[in-house]
């Protein structure tokens, strides 16, 4: 089955500090993948949805400057925190559709555990 | 936007009965609505979906059903093992890019 993957997992970083967390989707091409972010027992919430080769289109509330999206490639998305602060801790998670797929499921990351200090 | 609606937040049962999980969806263009399973730390794994031209769909001990007119679709889970333990996710999804929108989530909790 198709297969998203995320890098890093966890990262810890200092306040203040820029993190950069990749998606990849491993075995087919994804001109659209969406980013989300998942607080504790909380659902997880779109912050935007990245398109290959254009500008990424961000939800209402999700700073964009804050919240970088590259969609440099049909494999490869990335989401970079900048400044990060305590507040932005959570659980990013992606998910990409196979743009040859006959399905509209999305195919989910494994997600990376964001903590602030 | 689309706004998705889910109930109950917690369901308790007792391993072999059922349970069921309600979710009401605001935007009329939505036409395919999956329900994810996600345990703790891991990501939502896809457990049945429905689209919107389909009123049932059954698979095993899980069925989702869809009322367009309502805007309303649920997930009935039979028989009940305590592996289905886990926060269940509604989804919704419309549009070019199929734009997922999350419901609130329901911690099952299926006791032996």
């Known amino acids: 089955g198709a297969v998203v993957s995320q890098h890093p997992s966890w990262v810890i970083c200092k306040s203040g500090t820029s993190v950069k967390i990749e998606c990849r989707s491993l075995d087919f091409q994804a001109t659209t993948m969406f980013w989300y972010r998942q607080f504790p027992k909380q659902s997880l919430m779109l912050m935007a949805t990245?398109?290959?080769?254009?500008?990424?289109?961000?939800e209402q509330g999700v700073e964009k400057d804050k919240f970088l999206i590259n969609h440099a490639s049909l494999t490869l998305s990335t989401l970079t925190v900048t400044s990060a602060h305590p507040e932005d801790s959570s659980f990013y998670i992606c998910?990409?559709?196979?743009?040859?797929?006959?399905?509209?499921?999305?195919?989910f990351g494994p997600g990376t555990r964001l903590t602030v200090t | 936007g689309e706004n998705v609606e889910q109930h109950p937040s917690t369901l308790s049962v007792q391993e072999g009965d059922s349970a069921v999980i309600k979710c009401t969806y605001s935007d009329s263009a939505s036409n395919y609505f999956p329900w994810y399973k996600q345990e703790l730390g891991k990501r939502p794994q896809l457990i049945i979906d429905?689209?919107?031209?389909?009123g049932e769909k059954k698979d095993q001990r899980i069925a989702v059903t869809l009322n367009k007119t309502a805007k309303h679709f649920s997930l009935h889970i039979t028989e009940t093992q305590p592996e289905d333990s886990a926060v269940y996710f509604c989804?919704?999804?419309?549009?070019?890019?199929?734009?997922?929108?999350f419901g609130t989530g329901t911690k099952l909790q299926v006791i032996p």
């Open positions: 998910s990409a559709r196979d743009i040859q797929g006959v399905t509209y499921e999305q195919y």
């Open positions: 990245s398109n290959e080769g254009s500008k990424a289109t961000y």
């Open positions: 429905i689209r919107s031209n389909v």
């Open positions: 989804a919704a999804s419309s549009g070019g890019y199929q734009k997922v929108t």
